[in-house]
């Protein structure tokens, strides 16, 4: 399953105690639905759990029962066309602060609105949770309820929808908390740990393997130079030191210029100096390197 379904799957699970709480948690059901007009109200949704409990809290709420129907891979439920009115008239987004009467009410209402409009990415490879409206003004309802929460949230259109999100793993992490996914949050602050351990260790290895083609290209330099001497016939002109180094060089492609330098008593600097001068020697000679 996917990260998303897991933490629909966890509220799935949770059940208000208190009546402002549900209806606020049915408000947000209502308002992010796939479809609320007053032609149609209902969801279309992949799980059956979140069918069910749309129709449950429905029941609990209005004491109205919405019609469920599985179509393909999708179950469809959706209310009576004489049930609408009253649906419209009790839960709209005007209503909503007057439903809102405990410290849990707006955690409750983003439960629903998450369930029926919300989607949050797999942690290991995005940052990102969308809430998404047809209705610009119910948008808003949510954008306001997480900027209250300081989430930082942003708006955009999306596919001629409204969609409100959240883009950092800290904002993600209290969201879930606020709406009761606890255990899900936890599972991204998990994720995002083994995410940096990865990106730290490809880091370290592109750092590696830069220096390590870094080497082989000066090494590749030295070596040139020195045989482009040798084959001049030049090399006994060398200083006696430089031509042990150039000799050595050879016998030793593969090392740094830190393990060659040790070879000699000398610091990374200092070998980096007397392997120059081999360079310089060749050019002054109007050597082809």
Not at 95 to 103: H, K, L, N, P, W
Not at 111 to 125: M, N
Not at 148 to 159: G, R
Not at 215 to 236: L, M, P, Q, R, V
Request: hydrophobic share 35%.
């Amino acid at each position: 399953m996917s990260f998303n379904t897991d933490v629909k799957n966890e509220l799935l699970e949770l059940w208000q105690k208190k009546k402002c709480c549900k209806l606020s948690e049915m408000l947000g059901l209502l308002l992010f639905s796939t479809d609320f007009s007053e032609q149609k109200i209902g969801i279309s949704t992949n799980s059956e759990k979140q069918a069910d409990n749309y129709i449950r809290l429905s029941q609990k709420c209005m004491n109205i029962s919405p019609q469920k129907a599985k179509k393909s891979r999708f179950y469809e439920v959706y209310y009576n066309k004489s049930d609408i009115p009253f649906v419209l008239n009790n839960f709209n987004s005007e209503i909503a602060y007057s439903i809102f009467r405990c410290d849990n009410c707006k955690n409750a209402f983003l439960l629903g609105a998450f369930l029926s409009g919300g989607i949050v990415s797999d942690p290991l490879k995005d940052y990102r949770l969308e809430i998404i409206s047809k209705s610009e003004d119910i948008a808003i309802l949510a954008y306001r309820i997480l900027y209250d929460f300081e989430l930082n949230p942003k708006m955009t259109i999306k596919n001629k929808k409204v969609c409100v999100y959240l883009k950092t793993s800290e904002n993600i992490e209290d969201f879930l908390t606020h709406i009761g996914a606890v255990k899900s949050s936890l599972k991204m602050m998990n994720a995002k740990i083994i995410k940096d351990i990865k990106n730290n260790a490809n880091r370290k290895t592109n750092f590696e393997t830069a220096n390590l083609k870094k080497s082989a290209d000066s090494s590749a330099k030295h070596i040139k130079a020195i045989e482009n001497i040798e084959n001049s016939g030049k090399f006994s002109a060398l200083p006696k030191d430089l031509q042990d180094i150039a000799k050595a060089r050879k016998e030793n492609l593969g090392m740094s210029l830190t393990e060659f330098g040790k070879l000699f008593g000398l610091s990374r600097s200092g070998i980096y100096h007397k392997l120059k001068k081999i360079c310089d020697f060749a050019e002054k000679c109007n050597i082809k390197r």
